[in-house]
T-cell receptor, first 112, second 113 residues
Framework: EDQVTQSPEALRLQEGESSSLNCSYT??????LFWYRQDPGKGPEFLFT???AGEEKEKERLKATLTKKESFLHITAPKPEDSATYLC?????????????FGTGTRLKVLA | KAGVTQTPRYLIKTRGQQVTLSCSPI?????VSWYQQTPGQGLQFLFE???????NKGNFPGRFSGRQFSNSRSEMNVSTLELGDSALYLC????????????FGPGTRLTVT
């Protein structure tokens, strides 16, 4: 069964304390893995797309990496404004149709 | 460049009623997808439209339907509302079916009483 699992569910960090979020996936016909940031009451904000194992993308304090079974979102020296829910999603091909499958997210809280 | 817009932002309906939600994609984007987001299930894919045609569909009952117009605007309809349909409904747009980077609107918060 296609699925995306994110861990941990919640994470509290002190400002400047680097860490990583994990996204493990099982999907048929992977057509991309995506990271989003979602603030309360808002729609997800696109961060990164990764297409093949070994690929890496960076944006400010965030770096996303991809292997054949999982992806990591590394947060370096986070700031309070990085507090949000981070969502991982895959686009796969299954049963004759393409679909996006989202994980349930990691709620990140960065303390000043 | 304006983002994805959704109307209305908030909606309260009664069980058994039907509802129509609207989504205007980013200018130049031709694919629109719809999602349901609930605290327990997270984001679940409803359907995807391109060139006025439903291209992909998630595992939702037939009460959930949608359409896309020639200007790429899309509407989603839910008939015979149930309490469990209370959720945040999100619309996302991409340039086209081979462009997978989705840009989301702010969502419509639907409450069914």
């Amino acid at each position: 069964e296609d699925q995306v699992t994110q861990s941990p569910e919640a994470l509290r960090l002190q400002e400047g304390e680097s860490s990583s979020l994990n996204c493990s996936y099982t999907v048929s016909g992977l057509r991309g893995l995506f990271w989003y940031r979602q603030d309360p009451g808002k729609g997800p904000e696109f961060l990164f797309t990764l297409y093949s194992a070994g690929e890496e993308k960076e944006k400010e304090r965030l770096k996303a990496t991809l292997t054949k079974k999982e992806s990591f979102l590394h947060i370096t020296a986070p700031k309070p404004e990085d507090s949000a829910t981070y969502l991982c999603a895959v686009r796969g091909y299954t049963s004759g149709t393409y679909k996006y499958i989202f994980g349930t997210g990691t709620r990140l809280k960065v303390l000043a | 460049k304006a983002g994805v817009t959704q109307t209305p932002r908030y909606l309260i309906k009664t069980r058994g009623q039907q509802v129509t939600l609207s989504c205007s994609p980013i200018s130049g984007h031709r694919s629109v997808s719809w999602y349901q987001q609930t605290p327990g299930q997270g984001l679940q894919f409803l359907f995807e439209y391109f060139s006025e045609t439903q291209r992909n569909k998630g595992n939702f009952p037939g009460r959930f339907s949608g359409r896309q117009f020639s200007n790429s605007r899309s509407e989603m309809n839910v008939s015979t509302l149930e309490l469990g349909d209370s959720a945040l409904y999100l619309c996302a747009s991409t340039l086209g079916p081979t462009s997978y980077e989705q840009y989301f609107g702010p969502g419509t918060r639907l409450t069914v009483t």
